[in-house]
């Protein structure tokens, strides 16, 4: 077993290490070939100052301005919110084309997953039915067919529409009128009926509306789902016009099955939902048709995610995901780089890895927008780190947003998009959207992703109801703690026991497992399935 280190330093240029065990104040730690004292007790995941800083004096962590000194801090004194203030370099465009050498990806070029192939060329993991409403009003339409599509199939309930839905089986089947559904449980064991239910749709300015379309149009056109039945009011903000000309305009060759209802157009709440049970229950018996089949590692596109970080998260878990990213896309592959406000301080890296100067550019202006809309409501990209983040070492957002951009590894960014866009460019994408854990995931799922990895080093169930979460640990402390929900533990790097490199091999073939369906992971398993909508605007 590797020898475990007390300090580390992640870049090269870095004036302060991260503890990477807890240190105890007037301890001699010999690093890097110098001594270094202790100043005061210090919990693992935290930084200690490499040289003397004074008030003012640039704090780099990752070979970035992380912050700066807002008081005296000796060598071995550990920093704090209350010697540190967040502090970012000025971005104004691009300085230089960072070249990329592609990792060997030859023991996995010829590798496949189990997919579901669909006709616009997309390949899904998942084969799932999904439910929604266009606005908040036909929620309660949508948890009764959730109640009676999800018990029905699964173990007999008494419902009038339950009833229905079981007549329908058993007429399929040939079953007894009297047998119980579950006991049928073969005739769709190729599909799942998923239910999605929001806040959204109207009372808004017009602006959430047709974002909520565009982000709702996503789903539908994402490889994982084989069709949707969709509930509208018909008064509503987001019309079923909009939500068509949005799918449409993501797809406007898809034959993909979009079942849509008008509740005040058909009347009664019975007349509606027989018949979405009917049609539905036809749409099903199709779609439950489509088989796995072999899909080369090129048709992932997966989602990269943080939440929960700790000061382990940037040195274990995101930089393997970095070169999982790295791989992929060297395959062929797409990955998702997304969380804006947790990519402030490291601008100029990744303006500088865009392909087109043109995507530099609009990042940079999304990035500006946003943090202009932060400050306008009276707060600012140096308030996110959370409680836990600060408690676990993470003391700015420049020093948060070094280590959450590790998840995108080195490779050239090939697109930028902003929030409700569809991404269908191979390579590594940035993706407009809030470092919120669920809105993030929503976004990337909406823009495509077949699958997200999910870093954490505190901890979070978050899940999403058509693509599977992949929660991935920076320490194996959490990994023992929380081991309902975490699938990877990357806490061997922490420990020296294994490399990054190693880790990543690890990953992907976790990720081969996840896509054929052979591995559920921990998200699935507890049915977590999270949807949140980003509401940009304000309420009328």
């Known amino acids: 077993m590797a020898t475990q280190k007390k300090l580390i330093k992640v870049h090269p ?26 100043e005061s007790d210090v919990k693992m995941k935290h930084k200690i100052a490499m040289i003397p ?8 962590m990752y070979g970035v301005l992380v912050g700066k000194a807002s008081a005296r801090i000796e060598k071995g004194g550990l920093l704090s919110t209350s010697n540190v203030k967040h502090e970012s370099d000025k971005v104004t465009g691009k300085t230089e084309t960072i070249g990329w050498t592609a990792p060997n990806v030859d023991k996995w070029k010829d590798r496949t997953f189990l997919g579901y192939h669909r006709e616009d060329g997309q390949v899904g993991t998942e084969n799932i039915w999904l439910f929604f409403p266009l606005v908040f009003c036909e929620n309660r339409n949508i948890e009764i067919l959730k109640d009676i599509f999800e018990k029905e199939l699964m173990k007999p309930k008494e419902n009038d529409y339950q009833l229905l839905l079981r007549s329908l089986v058993k007429t399929e089947t ?26 959204g749709g109207c009372g808004g300015i017009r602006q959430d509306s047709h974002s909520l379309a565009k982000l709702l149009a996503g789903y539908v056109n994402n490889p994982n789902v084989a069709g949707a039945t969709v509930l509208s009011l018909g008064c509503q903000n987001l019309q079923i016009q909009i939500f068509k000309d949005a799918l449409d305009e993501i797809n406007p060759n898809s034959k993909k099955p979009v079942l849509i209802y008008d509740q005040q157009q058909i009347g009664t709440i019975e007349a509606m939902l027989s018949s979405v049970v009917k049609d539905t229950f036809e749409a099903i018996k199709k779609a439950n048709e489509i088989k796995r089949t072999p899909a080369p590692l090129s048709k992932l596109k997966i989602g990269l995610e943080c939440g929960g970080s700790d000061g382990f998260s ?17 395959l062929g592959g797409t990955t998702i780089l997304s969380e804006f406000p947790e990519l402030c301080g490291v601008e100029q890296e990744l303006v500088n890895r865009c392909n087109d100067d043109t995507d530099g550019k609009r990042f940079l202006e999304l990035m500006k927008w946003y943090e202009k809309t932060v400050v306008d409501a009276g707060s600012g990209f140096d308030m996110n780190p959370s409680p836990g983040n600060i ?17 995108g590894g080195t490779s050239p960014i090939v697109g930028v998009s902003d929030y409700g866009e569809y991404i269908s460019k191979p390579g590594l ?3 407009c959207t809030p470092g919120n854990d669920v809105e993030c995931t929503t976004a990337m799922v909406g823009s495509g992703a077949n699958m997200v990895l999910f870093t954490t080093g505190l901890g979070t169930p978050t899940g999403n109801p058509i693509a599977p979460v992949v929660k991935v640990s920076s320490n194996s402390e959490l990994a023992r703690k929380m081991s309902d929900i975490i699938d ?5 790097i922490i420990t020296g026991e294994k490399s990054i490199e190693e880790m990543a091999d690890e990953m992907l073939e976790f990720i081969i497992d996840v896509a054929s369906g052979t591995i559920k992971t921990k998200a699935a398993i507890l049915n977590q399935n999270d949807f949140i909508p980003w509401k940009r605007g304000v309420s009328l």
Do not use: C, W, Y
């Not at 009128?177 to 929001?198: C, G, Q, R, Y």
């Not at 408690?391 to 998840?407: Q, V």
């Open 174 to 199: 040939g079953g007894a009128a009297n047998e119980a559904a579950s006991n049928d449980a073969n005739l769709f064991n190729n599909i799942e009926v998923k239910f999605i239910t929001h806040q």
């Open 53 to 60: 800083f004074n008030a003012g004096d640039r704090i780099i």
């Open 488 to 492: 990877i533990d990357t806490g061997g």
């Open 429 to 431: 994408n940035l993706l």
């Open 391 to 407: 408690k676990d070492g993470l003391i700015t957002d420049a020093m948060k947003s070094a280590g959450a951009a590790k998840k």
């Open 13 to 38: 240029t870095d004036n302060v290490a991260v503890a990477l065990v807890n240190l105890i104040a007037g301890e001699v730690i010999d690093f890097e070939g110098e001594s270094v004292t202790i």
């Open 314 to 330: 940037g040195i274990s878990a995101n930089p393997t995901l970095g070169v999982t990213s790295d791989m992929l896309t060297a």
